[in-house]
């Protein structure tokens, strides 16, 4: 058989490709989660895990990658070729192992902020914020993990200009600063390494660094490159000279940025917020955005309500490397979503209709739903499953939670344990729950604020337990929830046809009596002829005589008005059984 070629873009949501493959959605989703890729829908992955999965998939399929035609051009930029246009301050990630302190590293630096101390301080968490030092302003980007620097990245607007690796003196190089290094090297940034918890007795900074040279980081103090700073964020020592290396480092770029073209830059995070609708924090990557412009972020667009610092001050306009807080789009953009000016409402609104029709096929408003998720992969399996992640503090009570909870499997629904480990709930955690609908389960650990902050945003449920007992009754509710709910019938009474008055386009009227039980309306009711059941139908009305009544009952005889949406013909003779029906929840 002739093989068939398909053309694809680099990135391909998970929905697009599935069409393209001409198989069901479930099934590519199921086949990147055996290759390890928890994508949904809506997610996109790129030309080669497409066509790994081709191959796994057994597909006759050649694909090929189309040569980018951008939808919108304007916006991809690669920042360290623009050497005109003026100035701009360093966008700055934060990055490192789950504990070594990127979250207090972060506070500690907005501390340090003069201007933000005379402001009287930020109270509310956001996923950016600009800072002065010696009057000079940088941006921080505190990216929510990894998941979040590589979707920028991926989305070819990689707006960090360095990245600062923080790595516990205690501790040492562990397999998330591995995955940094890897990151940050990838994307051909600046690297400084950050040193933190130096006030800790066990602080061993000499061996951070002689592992560093082992991750093919040479230090400058060994005649590398890389900047290296021993930091306390506890104590709030070294923060100062962090900051003046940031400074440094970027300097050697000349980082620029042109004002006068029309403002673009990335969403970097959204949310509804009540009384304002959907909010999103986005960085200014070129030009000079201002209050009252119409921009577009993927399929929504917005003219610009409100302009806000990250420190909540109402600003007119904002320049290139600036964090802002806009309201007044349409829909919730996503994260990742490249923004652009557009010339007036017309253009905006065009240009966010053709962006959604760029990746037609399943869903496209917003980010699908865990629930929805889950209810997408039982279509492909007989069983509902009830996806969940499980952590524990040691090995033998893991094994311990999930025998347990496999035990309440059923022929109709089963806990599927989407990944389990022993230790503490991790950004990888979230992410996979993200992805795959799972509800995370920790047993006997705790839960670090950062990543509570990262489940809530995510919308992840997380569930903590020292007690195993009322672990498994949480999930035999969550199993019991996935139960199909059983549908109860009770007769209320019963009508046998002694005429048909009248049949319209509408309705059919006829009369009889009272055989037994009471009738009210509205009903819904059986027609029974002899013995079999011959149709459902819908009561509207009862009436005695001219008069609509509510209640008939047992001898009296009666009208009764039945909605003709199911057709049936009535004969003398024939039973109307009036019923209710009440779905009851069903739990194990
Ligand atoms: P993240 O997971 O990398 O964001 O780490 P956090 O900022 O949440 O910090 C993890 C733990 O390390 C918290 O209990 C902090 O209080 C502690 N910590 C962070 N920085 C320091 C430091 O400089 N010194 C000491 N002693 N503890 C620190």
Redesign the pocket.
């Given at each position: 058989m002739a093989q068939r070629t398909i053309s694809i873009d680099e990135q391909i949501t998970v929905g697009s490709l599935a069409d393209k493959l001409m198989i069901p959605v479930t099934k590519l989703i199921g086949e990147l989660m055996k290759s390890g890729i928890m994508a949904t829908v809506n997610e996109r992955i790129d030309f080669d895990t497409a066509q790994i999965i081709v191959g796994e998939l057994g597909l006759d399929i050649e694909l090929q990658k189309n040569q980018a035609e951008e939808l919108t051009p304007s916006v991809t930029v690669n920042r360290k070729a623009n050497q005109s246009g003026e100035p701009r301050p360093p966008v700055v990630a934060v990055m490192?192992?789950?504990?070594?302190?990127?979250?207090?590293?972060?506070?500690?630096i907005r501390d340090a902020d003069t201007a933000t101390a005379e402001a009287g301080g930020i109270t509310q968490h956001i996923s950016a914020y600009q800072i002065s030092h010696n009057d000079r302003k940088v941006t921080f980007l505190d990216t929510p993990g990894h998941e979040a620097f590589a979707a920028l990245r991926e989305h070819g607007a990689f707006l960090t200009d360095v990245v600062v690796i923080?790595v516990?003196?205690?501790d040492g190089i562990k397999p998330q600063t591995v995955e940094a290094i890897r990151f940050a090297k990838k994307a051909g940034v600046k690297i400084i390494v950050a040193i933190?918890?130096?006030?800790?007795e066990g602080a061993n900074p000499a061996l951070v660094k002689q592992q560093l040279a082992e991750h093919d980081l040479m230090i400058e103090e060994w005649g590398g490159d890389i900047v290296v700073v021993e930091?306390?964020?506890?104590?709030k020592?070294g923060i100062d000279k962090l900051l003046d290396m940031i400074f440094l480092v970027s300097d050697v770029e000349e980082l620029k940025a042109d004002v006068e073209v029309p403002a673009s830059g990335i969403v970097i995070e959204a949310h509804l917020e009540k009384g304002r609708g959907p909010i999103a924090i986005c960085l200014v990557d070129e030009g000079t955005l201002s209050k009252g412009s119409f921009i577009v972020a993927g399929n929504t667009y917005a003219k610009i309500r409100s302009l806000e610092t990250t420190t909540n001050q109402s600003i007119d306009k904002a320049l290139p490397s600036s964090p802002v807080i806009i309201s007044g789009f349409k829909a919730l953009p996503k994260f990742g979503d490249q923004f652009q000016v557009a010339n007036n409402e017309k253009e905006a609104r065009q240009l966010a209709e053709k962006a959604g029709l760029a990746g037609q096929s399943g869903p496209r408003k917003g980010d699908i739903g865990g629930g929805e998720l889950i209810r997408m992969i039982n279509q492909a399996n007989e069983v509902t499953g009830y996806p969940v992640i499980i952590k524990a503090d040691v090995q033998g009570s893991l094994t311990s939670v999930i025998d347990s909870i496999k035990a309440l499997d059923t022929d109709e629904v089963a806990v599927r344990v989407v990944s389990s480990g022993v230790g503490s709930i991790n950004e990888n955690d979230i992410q996979l729950a993200k992805s795959s609908g799972a509800v995370i389960y920790g047993f006997n650990i705790q839960l670090?604020?950062?990543?509570k902050r990262l489940a809530s945003r995510d919308k992840v449920d997380v569930k903590m337990y020292s007690v195993i007992y009322e672990l498994i009754d949480d999930v035999k509710a969550g199993l019991s929830a996935l139960l199909a709910p059983d549908v109860v019938e009770k007769a209320k009474g019963t009508l046998v046809v002694k005429g048909i008055f009248k049949t319209t386009k509408t309705e059919v009227i006829c009369g009889g009596e009272v055989s037994s039980g009471k009738l009210t309306a509205p009903s819904i009711a059986l027609v029974y002829r002899k013995k079999d059941q011959i149709a459902e139908v819908e009561v509207t009305n009862l009436k005695k005589g001219p008069q609509d009544v509510k209640e008939v009952v047992e001898g009296e005889m009666c009208g009764v008005n039945i909605a003709t949406t199911s057709k049936v013909e009535l004969q003398e003779g024939d039973e109307i059984r009036f019923i209710s029906r009440e779905t009851i929840a069903r739990s194990l």
């Open positions: 490192g192992h789950v504990d070594h302190g990127k979250t207090s590293l972060l506070d500690a923080v516990a003196a205690d933190n918890k130096m006030d800790k930091v306390s964020a506890l104590a020592t670090a604020t950062n990543i």
